[in-house]
Structure formats: structure tokens, C-alpha cells
């Protein structure tokens, strides 16, 4: 491997405009394919085969107008002032007006006005009134009454009973992700200026939000907090700024060639903007550990900068492959689980991934082509030679031998302290994001909240619950319906029954209940689990099929689908990787640790996500004001992403370990060693993408935002305390058992020569006097006694 490698990185580096010319018209073909095909994304939560999804997908059959989006408008009126107010009811009425006018909104005037034409034939009117008879209609003042014009109800429009607030429902033609990009908000728009003329302020629902905004100022302070680390470690603008285009190209790459895609298979947004998080995180990693050998090479051993370019590339690039295998194989995992949106994400994600390692192996070396001995500029071996004159050896090398002295403290501590942040997850509870977790300050939350104060927690997710007669093709009795809803207004729990359609054929009917509490409160997770156990006995009594579904239906079904797939997933991606890391490392016990390294690194995380999040802990610290539960798709996916970035880690500190141990140092000193060549290189990539993942922390969509956070806490657990800490105290207990590996499966196992072993053998490191730094006039700084190497074809 690291014989191929070199030779690709001095093609590259000998060749540049080549490969840069290649990788241009990469660039320039998903450029030109963004152009011409819109890009959509979908913010639907679906998962095939789980009983709300279901009823979703019977409903688009039997009752396609009820299968588009939802949308919801609260309408409050200004201080002092009430919705019967004669200049703010005229306001409101135009606003429902242009609501319904709007493009693909379905008009559920139009809708009962054919309903009404048809007299008493109509199925949908007898079915409406004995809905409304069995259901009880609530007394005026104590419950919202509907908005009525002309003496007739306004279809979808109720006033609270204090009359400060009107609330509409409405649904449009698609769903929601399926409409023309702007359509939500233009709706919205449509509403506010009739509005205005009575004082209304309109809010939108979280159901009503658009596509989430990617990429904004927080992801671009992470971005640049990342260039601050570059400059500080490598000490060159020229060097810091070569692993930032490289991240940049991959996700213009890997993300612009998922959104080419979109046309033809949905992708939700949290699968492009995990993609563009990983792109930036470790587009910025894999080409800092590889410019960064090129530089020691070049300061250390006296090779030119093409050598040194090679060089690296045959070695540090070797980790880089592997490393980014692992990352792949942590997320083709989630294509075991057969999710559809999983495995989308997975794609995404891996195939960003994969542009990232191959933009490091070519584009990189080519760059640095380009760049020549100006890798290394004067003030850069001015340093160098200050650090060998100087007898302090570095605070890498002087935390190395702490571990290496300290190592039993520091395996207690290393164990204790993700141990102790682990407890909160113990309380962890998974949900589907609401209105609830949006900030106090945004048109979501006060949406949520004003509705939950006027008409109660439920009116922001009612369940929806389809009904069909048993004897199938019949349609739906007026009788039934009304057994049907007293059986439902009779479970402990439900607010109210209303019915919300039916087929034009009467054979299937929907029913809103509105429950009592909020959409993720545990009551109204008990209210659906009682509604599925009465419906065998709603089936015998009233020869009707229910089904159930809505936002509280979807998140129990959603954690409980994923929460079954979960050890299938997390044992396919242990098995896989452990594999990869015993041929990388040729070690039973580093495998073993880095595994159970990682486990404590994932308690803690769900620990410090739940604790912040779900608890409401120094929400202060992120700009966060609303507790909500963990987003349900969070634990997998979460842990997918930071098991393959952890072994990123692993591979890159244990390999430099493992080279100086190959190479005759004994197990303590190697663990020296190889910490202080990797651990300064390790803090600045760990440093980097925790900066990166921090970004997204501030986006203002909830599933974004945590998993940002997530990440981004991962990250700092797994680094500092797994990686830095308690792997190189293990590796000091252990001594030389940490190498231990059975002969016989040492011998069938290939030398994947990581460490670049071969290449050593192949082309030997000759050992040139000291060069001098590169002066700034001359053939461009060139070294003197410069060293060339050469493979023998």
C-alpha cells in the first residue's frame, strides 16, 4: 500500500496540473448539474413498514386529498383587542382568503360547498354530524368555537375560547419537502398582508418551516476557527491554507453531487448537512496529517519537498485510507438496517467521505506541486532548529512519559470521567422535533406555546386515526363512525373527536383526536398505546379497522424501530471495523481497546446531549433556551459518525506508535514516541473538527442542532480523554503484549504496511548532512544535498 501510494503522490506532485486539471472538471460538471436541476430536500421522517407509516401510505390510496402536507397558522390579535372585533375579524377573513387561494393549498371551502350541493347524499355531511353528536360539543367559553362568516362555519378555522387568538389548519396538494421551493413561506406571506390591516400577528407552526438554512454564521466561525488552528500549527498561511481547499473541493464535490441526485431519490436535509459537516471535518484532518509529515520530513530527515510530498503520501496517506475506510464502514452499516432514510444518509455521508480520502491521496500532493519548497519557509526552519538547540523537548513528549509514569491514574481518570457523564443517558428520551424545542424567541415556539395556552398542548399534534369497515369495499356508516368516537372520546387522555375527511366513496374516514398533552409528553405516547389496544376491541364491537398515526404515533414507532435495529447495527459495524483494525495494527489487544475506548466515549455523549437538551443544562453556553427530547435518529446515526472519526484517531496516534515499535523501540519508549510525534498533530485535528461540529450548534433547526452538539462533545471526549489518555496508559500497562498476536493468524493475515515499512526497504531513508534553511533568493529556496528517491519498475 505504501509503495502504491508513493508512487501516486510523486505523479501528482511532478505532474499537478493534471490532476488539478481533473479534478476541475469534477467541480465543473457538478457545478453545471446544479445549474440545470433544482435541488430538493425533504425534512419528512419516514420509515417504511412501521404501523403509522402505514396508515400514511393507505391514506394516499383510499384518501388522496388528505395525503399532503399539514399547515398550521396561529393569528393573534393585537393587545387589548379580540378576534370579533369587527376591523380585526375582516382582516382575518382575508388572510384565510388568500390562504386558500394560494397555490397548492387545497380549499376546504370549495371542498364542503360540493359536499353541500349533493343534500342529504352527501357521506361526508351525515358522517360530519354524527361524528359531532357522538363526540359532544363543548360549551361555549370553555373551548375553542369555530370562525363563522355568513352564518356558516370558515372550514378549518376555530377562535379560542378568550377570543385573543384564531388558529387555522389547512393542507396542501404535496407534501410538504415535494412543493416548489419558496411555497411554504410565500403561503405565509400571503396571510400576513391582509393580516396587517387588523393588527394580526401570524405564526407558523414548526411544520410550516422550509428547508433549513445549511450553512450560516456559525458554520462559518467554525470553519474559521479551524483556518486559526491551521496557521497555529503549521505556522505558514501557504500550509494552513492547502487543507482548507482541499476540505472545500470535497464538499463541493461529495455534497453538490449528492443535491444533483436529489431529482431522482429524496434526500433529507439532515443527510446533507451531515455530509457537510463530516466534508469540512475531516477534508481539513486528512490533509493536515499528511502536509504535516511532509514538513517533518522535510525539517527533520533533509528531503526535498517532492521527496518529502511522496514520502508522505506513502505513509501518513496509508493512515489516511484506512482511517477513512473505517469512517465508510461505520456508515455503510446503517445500510444493513434496510431504513430508507438511514441508508440515504449513509450514502451521502460515505460517498463525501470517500472524495475527502481521495482529494488527500491526489489533489493534495498536486497542490503541494504547485507550492514547492515553499512548504517550508525560512521563519519555519528558523523554529526548528531553535527547538533542537533548546533542551526542553516538547510538551508532547513531556505528557507522553506522564501517562507512561502515571499510567494507572490516568486509566482511573480516563474511565472515571466519561463513566460519571454518562449517567444523565440513563434518563435519555427519544422523540421526532416540535415546536417545543425551537427558541423562546422564534416564530415556532411562540406558535407552540400561545397554542398550547389557548387551546391546549394537543391542538400542536393531533393524532390522526383512519377508519374502514371490516367488510372491505363498504363504505363507512354514520353509525359506525359514531361508535367509533365514543370508544376514543372515552380513553383516559383524549381531549377531542372531530372528524377531518373522507372518501369520496365513504369507505374510509379520518378522525383528529386531539389528546390532552403535548406531542412528546408521555401521556400522549400512553394515549396512542391505548388507542392500538382497544382497536381489536373496536373491531369486534363496531366492525371497524382503526389505525393510528400523526407526530406522537410516527416518534413512538420511529425509537422503537430504531432502538430494535440498533444492536444488528452497532455489532455490523464492531465486527467490520474490528477486522480492519486488526490487519491495520496486527495487535488482539489494540483493536479490543479501541473498541471498548469507544463505548465509554458514546455513554458520555448521550449523557452530556441528554443532560443539555432534555434537562435544560447550561443551555446558556450554546444559546439554547427550550428542553426538548433527543432527536430518535440521533443515537444511530451519532453513533456511526463518531465510531468511524474515533478510530480516525486511533489510527493516526497507534500507527506512530507502532512504527517506532517496528522499528527497535522498546514498548514503553515506542508509546513515547509515537505520542510525540502524533499527539501535537492529533489535539490540532481533534481541535479542528470539534470546531467545525460546534458551528452547526447554532443552527436554528433542532435535529441540526443537536447533532452538532453531539458531535461536537464526541469528538472532545473521545480525543483528550479516550485516545490521549487512556490508549496510551493502556499501552504502557500492557508493554509489549499490546503487539501480542497469535503467529498462525499473524501469518495468514496480509501486510497491509501501514507505516510504510516496505517502502522504507525499498527506497532507504539515507541519512544527508543537515541542509541548510531555504534562502529567499535562488532557484525559488531550493535545498542543497537534497535527496532523491527512486522505485525500481
Known sequence: MSVLLYRLGRFAYGKPWYVIGGWLAVVAAVGALL????????????????????????????LPEASGGQGMLLFKAPEGARIDDERVRSALLAAVDAVYRHDHVVDARKVLAAEAAKGGDSPLLRAQAAVARAAGQPTSGEAPVPLRAGGRPVPGVIVSADGSTALMQFQFDEQTFELPSGTVDSTVEAAEKPAASGGLEVLPSAAMMEIPEIVGVGEVVGVAVAAVVLLVTLGSVVAAGLP???ALVGVAVGVGGAFTLSTVFEIHSLAAVLALMLGLAVGIDYALFIVNRQRR????????????????????????????????????GLLVIRITLLSTMAIVAAATIA???????????????LVKERICPGRTWHRARQR???????????????????????????????????????DMKLGLPSGAGYNTDTAQRRSYDLVSDAYGPGHNGPLLVAVSSTANGRPVTPATLAAVTSDLRGIEGAASVSLAGMSRTGT????????????????TKELVTAVRDRSAQIREADGAVIGVSGFTALAIDVSDRLTDVLPLYVATVLGLSLIVLLLVFRSIMVPVTATLGFLLTIAATFGVTTAVFQWGWF???????ATAPVVSLLPIIITGVLYGLAMDYQMFLVTSMREAHIHGARALDAAVTGFARAGSVVLAAATIMVSVFAGFVFNEEPMIKQAGFALAVGILIDAFVIRMTLIPATMALAREKAWWIPARLDRLLPDLDVEGDKLAQKIPLLSPPRPAAPQPSGAGGRLDNRQEGFIDS
Open 388 to 426: 533542537e538547540a533548546a533542551t526542553d523537548r516538547g510538551r508532547a513528549v513531556r505528557w507522553g512519559e506522564r501517562l507512561v509514569r502515571h499510567r494507572y491514574a490516568a486509566l482511573v481518570g480516563a474511565v472515571l470521567i466519561p463513566a460519571v457523564l454518562a449517567v444523565p443517558a440513563a
Open 508 to 523: 374510509t374516514a379520518v378522525l383528529s383526536l386531539v389528546p390532552e398533552s403535548g406531542p412528546n409528553d408521555d401521556a
Open 297 to 332: 520530513l522535510i525539517l527533520d530527515d533533509g528531503l526535498t519537498a517532492h521527496e518529502a510530498a511522496a514520502r508522505s503520501v506513502g505513509t501518513a496517506g496509508s493512515a489516511v485510507f484506512f482511517a477513512g475506510s473505517t469512517v465508510v464502514i461505520a456508515l455503510a
Open 244 to 246: 482548507l481547499v482541499i
Open 35 to 62: 445549474v440545470t436541476q433544482p435541488v430538493r430536500l425533504g425534512n419528512e421522517v419516514r420509515i417504511d413498514g412501521t404501523p403509522a407509516q402505514k396508515v400514511i401510505d393507505d391514506l394516499a390510496t383510499s
Open 619 to 625: 443551555q446558556s453556553l450554546i444559546g439554547l433556551d
Open 355 to 369: 472524495v475527502a480520502v481521495l482529494l488527500a491521496l491526489t489533489l493534495l500532493p498536486a497542490l503541494l506541486g
